[in-house]
T-cell receptor
Framework: QQQVKQSPQSLIVQKGGIPIINCAYE??????FPWYQQFPGKGPALLIA?????SEKKEGRFTISFNKSAKQFSLHIMDSQPGDSATYFC????????FGTGTSLTVIP | KAGVTQTPRYLIKTRGQQVTLSCSPI?????VSWYQQTPGQGLQFLFE???????NKGNFPGRFSGRQFSNSRSEMNVSTLELGDSALYLC????????????FGPGTRLTVT
């Protein structure tokens, strides 16, 4: 059973566009929601994270929106660049991390 | 500061064999977690070690085991390999047990034929 459901599976946007990746969860015990970025041949790297008492967090061009009542959170990438082309994973943590299945993002120049 | 290192990077084994993968955490990090990454399932938690003790375990069969040494380096072992064990095995290190920030290594790509 997938504890964190992620969509879409893949996404193609033009340079400068704003891709949005969504995740949903059921377990209200989750207390930390990170996003990871993974390039081919590399391990995932922590991008940005949020706690459930905050509705939005921005770091550079990356923004997490968190809706506690809907049990959903999303990643927005402002002014996307070809270098942002990667696979993005959402995750949630209780005693361990549970990951979404990933979104492959392609930013076309 | 050097990142998480994993050896070997690539491995090809035959069904029924066993394999040992190694992970060296970031200097000063004492917690090591292992994950299996496959295209269909994404990243799935295997286990977490801290102070040479397994502290948390995911939902994997007993064929998957691990250990941690006094210098925080960790190994994971998979016995009686099955075709379905083909995956990227990732190690992540954290400063302490329960730390929210974890740093991943590049992974070991295991292929079982």
């Amino acid at each position: 059973q997938q504890q964190v459901k992620q969509s879409p599976q893949s996404l193609i946007v033009q340079k400068g566009g704003i891709p949005i990746i969504n995740c949903a969860y059921e377990n209200t015990a989750f207390d930390y929601f990170p996003w990871y970025q993974q390039f081919p041949g590399k391990g995932p790297a922590l991008l940005i994270a949020i706690r459930p008492d905050v509705s939005e967090k921005k770091e550079g061009r990356f923004t997490i929106s968190f809706n506690k009542s809907a049990k959903q959170f999303s990643l927005h990438i402002m002014d996307s660049q070809p270098g942002d082309s990667a696979t993005y994973f959402c995750a949630a943590r209780t005693r361990q991390f549970y990951f979404g299945t990933g979104t492959s993002l392609t930013v076309i120049p | 500061k050097a990142g998480v290192t994993q050896t070997p990077r690539y491995l090809i084994k035959t069904r029924g064999q066993q394999v040992t993968l190694s992970c060296s955490p970031i200097s000063g990090h004492r917690s090591v977690s292992w994950y299996q990454q496959t295209p269909g399932q994404g990243l799935q938690f295997l286990f977490e070690y801290f102070s040479e003790t397994q502290r948390n375990k995911g939902n994997f069969p007993g064929r998957f085991s691990g250990r941690q040494f006094s210098n925080s380096r960790s190994e994971m072992n998979v016995s009686t390999l099955e075709l379905g064990d083909s995956a990227l095995y990732l190690c992540a290190s954290s400063l302490i047990l329960g730390d929210y920030e974890q740093y991943f290594g590049p992974g070991t790509r295991l292929t079982v034929t």
